[in-house]
T-cell receptor, first 116, second 115 residues
Framework: EAGVAQSPRYKIIEKRQSVAFWCNPI?????LYWYQQILGQGPKLLIQ????????DSQLPKDRFSAERLKGVDSTLKIQPAKLEDSAVYLC??????????????FGPGTRLLVL | KNQVEQSPQSLIILEGKNCTLQ??????????LRWYKQDTGRGPVSLTI?????NTKSNGRYTATLDADTKQSSLHITASQLSDSASYIC??????????????FGRGTSLIVHP
């Protein structure tokens, strides 16, 4: 079974530029998550999708971050414009069913973003 | 505010030795606690998951314990190997009052196993 795929793996941009990340979850997984992991910290949930609908985006900085999952499969996360403090690893995860208590999330390798 | 605190922040041990990582949480009401292993440059991988009624769970050389009364958990690694070098993250999920289950992640413990 293929895992969660993310691209690009690395990205370096200057502040105020825009950037987009792509995630392809495990086939058949209904729930998709985007996390931000700053160096030395645990992941922070940014947004959670159930199929193509948003379940939770309470921690997404909506003035600069946006995410979509139009067909309920792949997802993109965009930052526009980027700030220095956005430098982090952006992790995508998916789970098979609606985010129940015991659902296992499978993580992708992440996209490492450096904003200069 | 739901919090998950892990200790120590980092740990260095010799290959073959045992070690124990700690996790304290304030998440309430409690649903489950999960330990993840995150290798450098990779996403986290689930090691164990425990619900309220479970106080120990093993996965090979990894054994997790849970004391729901004191809101503490530990991850014990037996006979460490070089491949155990990674960050270990404690994640606690509470029972939502409405909406979905949102996990709270700890900062992780960075473990280095030296030959």
């Amino acid at each position: 079974e293929a895992g969660v795929a993310q691209s690009p793996r690395y990205k370096i941009i200057e502040k105020r530029q825009s950037v987009a990340f792509w995630c392809n979850p495990i086939s058949g997984h209904a729930t998709l998550y985007w996390y931000q992991q700053i160096l030395g910290q645990g992941p922070k949930l940014l947004i959670q999708f159930q199929n193509n609908g948003v379940v939770d985006d309470s921690q997404l900085p909506k003035d600069r971050f946006s995410a979509e999952r139009l067909k309920g499969v792949d997802s993109t996360l965009k930052i526009q414009p980027a700030k220095l403090e956005d430098s982090a690893v952006y992790l995508c995860a998916s789970s098979e069913r609606l985010a129940g208590a015991l659902e296992t999330q499978y993580f992708g390798p992440g996209t490492r973003l450096l904003v200069l | 505010k739901n919090q998950v605190e892990q200790s120590p922040q980092s740990l260095i041990i010799l290959e073959g030795k045992n070690c124990t990582l700690q996790c304290n949480y304030t998440v309430s009401p409690f649903s489950n606690l999960r330990w993840y292993k995150q290798d450098t440059g990779r996403g986290p991988v689930s090691l164990t998951i425990m619900t309220f009624s479970e106080n120990t769970k093993s996965n090979g050389r990894y054994t997790a314990t849970l004391d729901a009364d004191t809101k503490q958990s530990s991850l014990h690694i037996t006979a460490s190997q070089l491949s155990d070098s990674a960050s270990y993250i404690c994640v606690v999920t509470g029972v939502p009052s409405g909406g979905s289950y949102i996990p709270t992640f700890g900062r992780g413990t960075s473990l280095i196993v030296h030959p």
